[in-house]
């Protein structure tokens, strides 16, 4: 029986090779996904007689995954324009193809973040209407559902005006059916909230986006600064590559970092650890909380297939949880939700384009 052939499983696509730990890290974070969800299968592409012993290994994943030999391997140090011309034989240009054929709902990969979105972009095209596509990322925060979106994250270091009206919309859109947000509240990234501060194309993205909310149903809340990622005040965060991918790192080595202090403060004398043991319960619910493994995977925005990079140093936890997000969005028919979403705003968005043309303010 093919994948998927037994009704309500989804197929994920994952590229097992690329990341800085290797396949065995990958295949044991596919492994606990598969253990705690009957709902998963899987496509691993790679060395097939690699990939096969270390499946063999793994029990959950008896009879959930299929292995597509593909012998080439993108590294990190690939150049998106020759990983797009020569790697038809890689792990990363099979797991696209899989979503590309329609076998599976969504490809996973810890490899080359702009290899990846290069042959993602060629293989699966973009959305009509869609000009730059974006990834996007979970940030944890005050909110009640525990997370907002921000976007771009590395996709394009330089954004117009026009592209941060679609990482609006596309965003919106994430966090309306990936986190059941009824009408988001969507703000621009910049350095201060007064409406005079900012780069020419940040104050004619706000005109441009601030007249795209009805059609797009979203609450525009203005400029944003740093302090407000993690915040109540805004679902979702636009803002250009270059910027946003900073902002991701630094998130990521400062939550390490408290991590890291708060471990040697803990073990740095006897009272401490018995404090440590006496609140053991509540310390590990704030690792979980602060630990970027939990929250790892950024979602490709703006293509006709869905694509969730996972970070190049993740382990088994931080594979499992870029699955994990792989899965609910595909349970949730996110990207046929989206497509027709950017297809409804797309003449929405043209027109403010348009619009802002004629004024005079657009760039």
């Not at 790679?46 to 590294?75: F, W, Y």
């Not at 490809?107 to 290069?118: D, E, H, K, P, R």
């Not at 869609?130 to 979970?138: E, H, M, S, T, Y």
Request: charged share 20%.
């Amino acid at each position: 029986m093919p994948l998927g052939g037994n009704s309500g499983r989804i197929v994920i696509s994952v590229d097992a090779m690329g990341g800085d730990r290797g396949a065995a890290a990958v295949v044991a974070g596919m492994a606990n996904s598969a253990a705690r969800n009957p709902d998963i299968e899987f496509i691993l592409h790679g060395p097939e007689a690699a990939l096969r012993e270390l499946v063999s290994h793994q029990p959950s994943l008896a009879g959930r995954c299929q292995i597509r030999n593909a012998e080439g391997v993108v590294s990190m140090d690939d150049k998106p324009s020759q990983v797009m011309r020569n790697g038809a034989g890689t792990s990363m240009w099979s797991a696209i193809e899989s979503v590309r054929n329609g076998e599976a709902t969504v490809a996973v990969s810890c490899g080359n973040t702009g290899a990846l979105m290069a042959l993602s972009v060629i293989r699966l095209r973009r959305l009509p209407g869609v000009n730059r596509p974006a990834i996007a990322c979970l940030w944890p925060s005050r909110n009640p559902v525990g997370f907002n979106v921000m976007l771009d994250v590395g996709a394009d270091i330089k954004a117009e005006a026009a592209d941060l009206l679609q990482y609006a919309l596309m965003g919106a859109s994430y966090a309306r059916n990936g986190l059941g947000i009824a009408r988001p509240r969507v703000g621009i990234l910049n350095v201060g909230t007064e409406d005079h501060k900012g780069r020419a194309e940040l104050k004619q993205a706000q005109d441009m986006i601030a007249e795209a909310t009805e059609t797009g149903n979203f609450d525009y809340v203005g400029f944003v600064e740093g302090g407000d990622l993690p915040s109540d005040r805004v679902d979702v965060i636009v803002t250009d590559g270059f910027t946003g991918n900073i902002a991701l790192k630094t998130g990521e080595g400062t939550a390490k970092l408290v991590g890291d202090f708060l471990r040697q403060s803990l073990a740095s004398t006897i009272a401490s650890r018995i404090g440590s043991f006496l609140a053991l319960g509540s310390l590990k619910r704030l690792r979980q909380r602060i630990d970027p493994r939990q929250v790892n995977g950024g979602v490709f925005l703006g293509l006709n297939g869905t694509v969730v990079k996972s970070h190049g140093s993740a382990d088994a936890t931080g594979v499992s949880a870029a699955i994990k997000l792989a899965f609910r969005l595909a349970q949730s028919g996110f990207q046929d939700r989206l497509a027709a979403r950017v297809a409804s705003v797309a003449s929405a968005g043209q027109d403010a384009v348009e619009k802002a043309s004629e004024d005079g303010t657009a760039v």
